[in-house]
């Protein structure tokens, strides 16, 4: 079983699949922790929605919302650098388009201006390869997969005319609490596994977004389109330092750090309780 690395012989490169296989065992489950924020959220929206209600100051409805990606949330990438003497190779691919789900809290306070209050979780996994051949047989190769648990919180002001509804506002976004396996194989040696926390990412970001409005099963039901735009990160992915002998390579996992798609479009379809 082997795998291509541009400019490299196909024989030098040994692909360890059932290794990387593992770390995306994270994907299939979601992480206790966060589940148990979840259903505090969920909670708290039902709390709110009954205070409000009982006021009568303003409409409160609570829900949930469902959706998925229609853009890549990470940006695939590769490069190789050749002097002669060693050639180095690091990719990073990631296909996730994992569908997005959480509770939904929305205040009317007139019957064209309200405002929306979403927290929504997914599950968002990638692979990286790093590869270092020479000077001589000297040869590194380093491949990782890593699955992170994701939250996007948007605050938006939303404005209503018949059955069509407009929204924009801000967002954060958090992409952590995750692992990442790694396999490490000197001069085509059996690889070595390692394991440890998943990197973490921090954003902020606008959002807009529209759609239509109606009522079903005594409540809202309301498809949408959503563009989100997200500023300067904090935190990311960091290089791997590999030794094989008298070679020290430094092997960077992602190409140009945490390569996140700053410009995002999602299809959501969201169902509120109220009139």
């Known amino acids: 079983d082997q795998k291509t690395v541009p400019g490299v012989p ?3 490169v040994r692909r360890h699949d059932g290794f990387v296989g593992k770390g995306f065992l994270w994907t299939r489950r979601c992480s206790l922790e966060l589940m148990k924020l979840h259903g505090l959220v969920f909670s708290s929206l039902l709390c709110c929605t009954s205070i409000g209600s009982a006021q009568g100051q303003v409409r409160v409805d609570a829900g949930v919302a ?6 890549d949330i990470l940006e695939s990438s590769s490069t190789t650098i050749a002097n002669g003497v ?7 691919h990631s296909g996730t388009k994992r569908f997005l789900v959480g509770p939904v809290v929305r205040l009317e306070f007139t019957s064209h201006w ?3 209050f979403d927290a929504l979780y997914q599950c968002v996994d990638y692979d990286t390869t790093s590869a270092s ?5 000297l040869s590194t190769l380093i491949v990782q997969g890593t699955a992170l648990n994701r939250w996007q919180f948007p605050l938006l002001v939303q404005y209503r005319r018949h059955h069509f509804f407009a929204e924009a506002g801000l967002a954060l976004s958090h992409l952590g609490n995750g692992y990442t396996n790694t396999s490490v194989a000197t001069n085509n040696s ?3 596994p390692q394991s440890n926390s998943g990197p973490s ?4 970001g606008v959002v807009a977004g529209a759609g239509v409005d109606f009522t079903l099963l005594r409540g809202h039901v309301r498809p949408e389109i959503r563009y989100s735009h997200w500023f300067s990160q904090t935190g990311g992915v960091a290089g791997i330092v590999g030794s094989t002998g008298s070679l020290s390579a430094l092997l960077v996992a992602a190409p140009g750090g945490f390569p ?3 410009d995002e479009v999602t299809f959501l379809l969201s169902w509120t309780l109220g009139k």
């Open 10 to 12: 196909a024989q030098r």
């Open 66 to 71: 469902a959706g998925v990606p229609l853009t």
């Open 86 to 92: 060693a050639t180095t190779y690091s990719a990073f």
């Open 114 to 116: 309200g405002l929306e």
């Open 133 to 137: 051949f020479g000077p001589g047989p």
């Open 190 to 192: 059996a690889p070595v």
């Open 201 to 204: 990412l921090t954003q902020g």
């Open 260 to 262: 996140q798609n700053r």
